[in-house]
């Protein structure tokens, strides 16, 4: 099993929630860096020095934050209302085994059973449709043990299966963390700045302050992105599939990546014999459109982790996937300059 990886996922690290995660990075990456520093909002941003001084800055990126919930209404019957903390489809939350606060005390998410259901009524649940129970017997019981704003994290465990799969929460973007630890362990050829960014699932707002502060001319985000390669069908794009590599975007809803980089990237997958795939749609985004548009700009490239069912409480990647995502992201770094 990959101890390191089933960790990391464990954590549990809401946008603007992200100590646990942020203190764990920290203890692994210490005996391995020259500088370190944790900024307001939260970001860790480290420096290495490498063999040679690099004659610009250079930054490699992952986020630190997961997409969970938020309390936002303790009902009479000691039910919770929730609102989504990053981008969560509420079809698939229903049944599913949370824990709430510091504490982590345990819930079920819940829905209107479906024979109280009538005839003509909406059927897929919006979020406020859904509430949490945790056992309480009323407003008054439950007060005692969660309140109005307290996080909600998915309690999904890690684990292995199939051909080189793993299940858990928080790959995106607990994978890329993990691969910026193992490459930070390695000889780097230039000076190089590591960012493990907050609040990426809010609107990237922890690359956009790291961005200003390091002022990168060249960054390469590490990112998970969706997979649908299972149940897709023949007129619809998988966008990605396990098993083939890190994923590469040309263009996102964030970011005309830069062409060069995107080149380079190919050559290097090529020349190293490292499988790669193309984004197969124009979809989604991450942080290299905020830190693209940092200060004078700034030249970005995103390698991703294929994932299937993202953004819910438990998605699926392949270990194999992960390991080549690094390959080529260390590949490239020794090519960049």
Do not use: W
């Amino acid at each position: 099993m990959n101890k390191e990886l089933s960790y990391l996922t464990s954590l549990f690290g809401a946008s603007g929630s992200e100590s646990d995660v942020r203190q764990a990075i920290i203890s692994e990456i210490r005996p391995h860096c020259d500088s370190l520093e944790v900024d307001r909002l939260g970001n860790i941003i480290a420096f290495k020095k490498g063999i040679e001084p690099a004659p610009f800055p250079v930054m490699l990126c992952a986020h630190m934050d997961e997409v969970a919930l938020m309390v936002t209404s303790i009902d009479k019957d000691g039910s919770l209302g929730f609102e989504s903390v990053g981008g969560i489809d509420p079809r698939i939350l229903p049944g599913t085994h949370v824990v709430i606060g510091k504490k982590k005390y345990h819930g079920v998410i819940g829905v209107l059973a479906p024979h109280f259901v009538k005839d003509g009524e909406e059927k897929v649940p919006k979020m406020k449709d859904l509430y949490i129970d945790i056992g309480a017997k009323d407003q008054e019981d439950a007060e005692n043990y969660v309140a109005v704003g307290d996080l909600i994290g998915f309690d999904t465990a890690y684990q292995e299966f199939g051909e080189d799969l793993v299940r858990a929460k928080a790959l995106d973007d607990r994978a890329g963390c993990y691969i910026l630890l193992n490459i930070m362990k390695k000889p780097l050829p230039f000076d190089t700045y590591f960012v493990f960014s907050v609040m990426e699932e809010i609107g990237c707002l922890g690359a956009r302050t790291a961005a200003f502060a390091v002022q990168p001319q060249y960054a390469l985000i590490i990112e998970g992105t969706t997979a649908g390669d299972i149940h897709t069908e023949t007129d619809q794009s998988a966008v990605c599939r396990l098993g083939r590599g890190p994923v590469v975007s040309f263009m996102d809803n964030s970011a005309i990546y830069d062409r060069e980089l995107y080149r380079l990237v190919m050559k290097t997958a090529k020349e190293e014999n490292i499988p790669v795939q193309a984004k197969e749609a124009v979809a989604g985004g991450n942080e290299s459109g905020t830190v693209q548009r940092a200060l004078g700009g700034c030249r970005v490239i995103a390698l991703s982790v294929p994932c299937r069912y993202i953004h819910s409480p438990v998605s699926v990647a392949n270990l194999k996937d992960i390991a080549h995502c690094e390959e080529l992201a260390y590949a490239l770094l020794k090519n960049l300059l």
